[in-house]
């Protein structure tokens, strides 16, 4: 599997970002938009390391590691976007709603809207 080194690169670069959003969630004021963002993107991240096992357990194809780094990728390109924002508490809140990051969602499973109505709840 030529992906497979790909792969671990991603995967060890979500699990490392899972660490920090999480070490840093608890300063980011309520207030500020891109927290919920990156509450956002910790499912995500959960989802796609559950995505991830069954690929690897059956190692089918390379297509299907191809396309999990892909969407990993775009996952973690908009983590990292992202809490650069939040860090400095940019005022202009642009939203997460690009169509890679919508595909991101379904890639993994995971119904964006209903993430979105949860963390309404506690915000």
């Known amino acids: 599997m ?11 670069n979500l699990d490392e970002y899972q660490h920090i959003v999480c070490s840093e969630i608890r300063s980011i004021p309520d207030s500020n938009p891109y927290k919920k963002d990156l509450q956002k993107y910790r499912v995500l991240i959960i989802a796609s390391f559950a995505k991830l096992n069954p690929i690897l357990a059956s190692l089918r194809s390379d ?6 780094n892909h969407f990993a ?3 973690l390109t908009h ?18 709603n ?22 309404q709840d506690v915000y």
């Open 63 to 68: 297509k299907d590691l191809q396309e999990w």
């Open 2 to 12: 030529a992906s497979i080194g790909s792969t671990s690169t991603i995967a060890k």
């Open 98 to 119: 690009s169509k890679l990051m919508r595909s991101a969602f379904d890639f993994f499973d995971v119904p964006e809207e209903e993430v979105d109505r949860m963390l």
């Open 73 to 75: 990728q775009v996952l």
């Open 79 to 96: 983590i990292s976007e992202t809490l650069v924002k939040a860090r400095i508490n940019q005022k202009r809140y642009d939203g997460t």
